[in-house]
Nanobody, 120 residues
Framework: AQLVESGGGLVQVGGSLRLSCVAS????????MGWFRQALGKEREFVAT????????YYADSVKSRFTISIDNRKNTVYLQMNSLKPEDTAVYYC??????????????WGQGTRVTVSS
């Protein structure tokens, strides 16, 4: 499968952004999808996941109540609404396919990601 992320940019502290990720190629309805991020000098970390129907979600503690993941499975697209952004949210954000929403192990190659910069 191929993954294309978009929607990143520069935003001030407390602002909002909405990221999108389109999956194409070998996808199937039993996949889940997830968002991950990698800050400069740090390892990539899990942010949020969602099952294919959108009924189940799972968030990292650092983003709970601020970020919302959603999915449009007709478009093979997953979204990440990010509110109340903090400087520590600055990172390149990636999406990936997963086997289960509560198993954030990526299944395919990473896309190019989309950069989010939160300025204070």
């Amino acid at each position: 499968a191929q993954l294309v992320e978009s929607g990143g940019g520069l935003v001030q502290v407390g602002g909002s952004l909405r990221l999108s990720c389109v999956a194409s190629g070998r996808t199937r309805s039993t996949y889940a999808m997830g968002w991950f991020r990698q800050a400069l000098g740090k390892e990539r970390e899990f942010v949020a996941t969602i099952n294919w129907t959108g009924s189940m979600t799972y968030y990292a503690d650092s983003v709970k109540s601020r970020f919302t993941i959603s999915i449009d499975n007709r478009k093979n697209t997953v979204y990440l609404q990010m509110n109340s952004l903090k400087p520590e949210d600055t990172a390149v954000y990636y999406c990936n396919l997963l086997n289960y929403y509560n198993d954030p192990r990526p299944l395919t190659s990473w896309g190019q990601g989309t950069r989010v910069t939160v300025s204070s």
